[in-house]
């Protein structure tokens, strides 16, 4: 399983956004898609809505 995590801003503790060009504290918080893969190479994915987010966050 995948998660892909979009947000235009990340937060830091006290869960504010602040500047949006620091990164380093901050955790992301917002929309997800999660694909089930299964194991093929020749997999698309499309999303049902537009992605237009200033962060994204894939798993490593």
Do not use: C, H
């Amino acid at each position: 399983m995948i998660i892909i995590t979009y947000a235009e801003a990340l937060y830091n503790e006290e869960g504010a956004k602040n500047n949006r060009n620091k990164i380093e504290g901050k955790t992301i918080s917002g929309r997800q898609d999660t694909i089930i893969s299964d194991g093929s190479r020749n997999q698309d994915f499309t999303s049902l809505n537009w992605r237009t987010y200033r962060y994204v966050e894939f798993p490593t």
